[in-house]
């Protein structure tokens, strides 16, 4: 009795074995029983009003408010992006950043992706970004990427890739 009170059971719970709405399971004691054993150890009596005002708040709050574990999951999902958001390089643009962390929500809801797994494939995920959107200037200098197919000249018709020599 004292180990289910401690685990956060209700008294419904362990008296009739069942929450409203959720499946019965074996009951651990009668109200009767109970109360009279109450009567008998003041201290044990006192042990349940404290563990029972705890657990009598949590019932209230499900039965007159069943939104709000609804709510408590939705702001765990809101926790998760920014928790995200904080493994993502820093370095990147913001945008950029809420790219990436859009993607690994995706996954984890996907379920193609594990929490555990999160930190250790931020930059795969970064990788797959920067293919998928590359960058308008080159890995090697400070230029920008230029089409070879691009005309050279307004005046003329040469491209770029007219002009480059092949050994």
């Known amino acids: ?51 029972a005002a705890r657990s009598n708040s949590r019932a209230q709050q499900r039965r007159h408010h069943p939104g709000t574990s609804r709510i408590a999951t939705l702001r765990d999902e809101a926790n998760d992006f920014y928790m995200i958001l904080g493994m993502v390089p820093v370095g990147l643009p913001s945008h950029i950043r809420d790219d990436i962390a859009q993607s690994i929500m995706l996954a984890l809801l996907e379920g193609s992706l594990q929490r555990d797994q999160v930190q250790s494939r931020i930059q795969q995920f970064v990788r797959d970004h920067n293919r998928t959107f590359p960058t308008t200037f080159a890995k090697f200098g400070d230029g920008q990427l230029l089409s070879l197919d691009e005309v050279m000249f307004e005046d003329s018709s040469a491209t770029r890739g007219d002009t480059v020599r092949w050994r």
Not at 14 to 20: A, D, F, K, L, T
């Open 1 to 51: 009795m004292t180990a289910a009170l401690n685990a956060g059971k209700t008294i419904t719970e362990i008296c009739w074995g069942r929450i409203p709405g959720k499946p019965t399971v074996k009951r651990l004691v009668g109200f009767r029983n109970l109360r009279a054993y109450r009567e008998l150890n003041p201290k044990f009596d006192e042990f349940v009003l404290v563990a």
